[in-house]
């Protein structure tokens, strides 16, 4: 599909802009739900507290292509993606914390419990050298539950400012592996 229209996307809370085609539907919220919960016990001295907002984007005829921004607060000590490593480290961190893959060679009792905590058997694996762009961070991987199709995701990181915190954006566009983004 070739966009034909677009609409300019401009974030007045996290000050970001994005263009995206002019008939994709678009959400947001807060990454925890309920604002208020960021105040319960066992978040309130979180760093990521209720400090995390994300902004979706999707095509209505196809809502498992996506394009997502995530804008987290970090501390006033992280002044750019250095602070996170290098564009490797920081790739290889992202991949490793949702590889799960572990999962699939567990005795069965384990895996009962995991899932019982909510974990499944999901991997991930880098696609090429995770590098930096353009004052970026990217990476190409792929994800996937047991059972379920591979999704092909491009995430880029970006340091900046939203006039009052230090901001994290990540942006990630998602689809099933074989569909054009």
Avoid: C
Avoid at 20 to 29: A, K
Avoid at 53 to 75: D, K, Q, W
Avoid at 104 to 131: H, M, N, Y
């Amino acid at each position: 599909d070739s966009i034909s229209t677009s609409t300019l996307y401009v974030d007045p809370e996290d000050k970001f802009e994005l263009e995206v085609p002019s008939d994709w539907s678009t959400g947001s919220g807060d990454l925890f739900g309920d604002p208020s919960a960021s105040s319960s016990p066992p978040n309130r001295f979180s760093n990521g507290a209720g400090l995390k907002r994300v902004v979706a984007f999707y095509p209505v005829e196809n809502p498992s292509v996506s394009i997502s921004i995530t804008a987290s607060t970090v501390g006033p000590d992280y002044t750019s993606l250095g602070s996170f490593g290098t564009a490797m480290d920081w790739g290889e961190k992202l991949v490793s914390i949702m590889d799960r893959s572990y999962l699939l060679r567990a005795p069965e009792l384990i895996r009962q419990r995991a899932a019982a905590r909510g974990e499944f058997a999901t991997t991930a694996k880098l696609l090429g050298v995770p590098r930096e762009s353009r004052g970026m961070y990217i990476a190409e991987y792929v994800t996937g539950a047991e059972g379920q199709p591979t999704r092909k995701v491009t995430t880029a990181a970006a340091m900046g400012n939203n006039g009052r915190l230090n901001k994290l954006y990540t942006i990630n566009v998602s689809a099933p592996e074989g569909e054009e983004y």
